[in-house]
T-cell receptor
Framework: GENVEQHPSTLSVQEGDSAVIKCTYS??????FPWYKQELGKRPQLIID?????GEKKDQRIAVTLNKTAKHFSLHITETQPEDSAVYFC??????????FGPGTRLSVLP | SQTIHQWPATLVQPVGSPLSLECTVE??????LYWYRQAAGRGLQLLFY??????ISSEVPQNLSASRPQDRQFILSSKKLLLSDSGFYLC????????????FGPGTRLTVT
């Protein structure tokens, strides 16, 4: 079955700097890759996603890139702000049915 | 617009007691439905998913079970809780066709004592 790895497990950046989180997946049939942000004690919130027919997607300060050949995808956050501090999860899915999540990255943005 | 509800929000249960968590979705038809468990400080573990009434797929062996008695209702149950069942239980839904976004409910925080 699908296996998703995520690195780093923790990340600290200075406010205004960029943050990059990387995920790898094992099943080449996966075709949908969402990213979620989870604040303490709350539900995960979808922040951006990418489908296998696209190489890059951007939404304001957040971007995601996908390399299907290498089976990895990355989340890029630019001009980080303290409210970006949270745990971020990547996931991979085949046809939107069985979602496999990475173990999460705890991002701390230091003022 | 679509809304997903879960209850109860918090629950404290003794070891060996039964469990029933309920999830309902409004504003959509024939959604895919999912149950996840999140242990403290950990990632999301998919427990069950359903593509239709009465259709349940289990991802991990455990003492939990799931049922989907109605199109937009998903229930997580246990006959006898274990200490290891403690965690944050999240229900989620997605549109049934294709690779579509998955949205989470507010969750139930379960503590087994």
């Amino acid at each position: 079955g699908e296996n998703v790895e995520q690195h780093p497990s923790t990340l600290s950046v200075q406010e205004g700097d960029s943050a990059v989180i990387k995920c790898t997946y094992s099943d080449s049939a996966s075709n949908y890759f969402p990213w979620y942000k989870q604040e303490l004690g709350k539900r995960p919130q979808l922040i951006i996603d990418i489908r296998s027919n696209v190489g890059e997607k951007k939404d304001q300060r957040i971007a995601v890139t996908l390399n299907k050949t290498a089976k990895h995808f990355s989340l890029h956050i630019t001009e980080t702000q303290p409210e970006d501090s949270a745990v971020y999860f990547c996931a991979a899915s085949i046809g939107g049915q069985n979602f496999v999540f990475g173990p999460g990255t705890r991002l701390s943005v230091l003022p | 617009s679509q809304t997903i509800h879960q209850w109860p929000a918090t629950l404290v249960q003794p070891v060996g007691s039964p469990l029933s968590l309920e999830c309902t979705v409004e504003g959509t038809s024939n959604p895919n439905l999912y149950w996840y468990r999140q242990a403290a400080g950990r990632g999301l573990q998919l427990l069950f998913y359903s593509v239709g009434i009465g259709q349940i797929s289990s991802e991990v062996p455990q003492n939990l079970s799931a049922s989907r008695p109605q199109d937009r209702q998903f229930i997580l149950s246990s006959k006898k809780l274990l200490l290891s069942d403690s965690g944050f239980y999240l229900c989620a839904w997605s549109v049934s066709q294709g690779a579509n976004e998955q949205y989470f409910g507010p969750g139930t925080r379960l503590t087994v004592t």
